[in-house]
């Protein structure tokens, strides 16, 4: 099943974030808690992981942008 995972909220007064790194490539299978990327806020960074088994289907960020919280950033096929 084709899921798309969105931006999680990464702090209290956090609402836009910018991409550091993306460890996650097309592809590649996911396991539940393994990190799909890396964020930066302006006091930390911060991994996003992934929140169930899959494979990656499409990355829609790439490193540099900046993503705001709900924002899509990964498509998931959830196994």
Excluded: R, W
Excluded at 18 to 41: M, N, P, R
Excluded at 57 to 71: F, H, M, P, Y
Aim: proline share 5%.
């Amino acid at each position: 099943m084709l899921t798309t995972l969105k931006m999680p909220k990464v702090g209290d007064a956090v609402d836009e974030v910018v991409i550091s790194e993306i460890k996650a490539q097309h592809g590649a299978t996911v396991a539940k808690g393994d990190v799909l990327f890396v964020v930066e806020t302006d006091k930390a960074q911060v991994e996003v992981p992934a929140p169930a088994n899959g494979v990656i289907s499409n990355v829609l960020i790439k490193v540099g942008d900046e993503v705001k919280t709900g924002a899509p950033t990964v498509v998931l096929d959830i196994k």
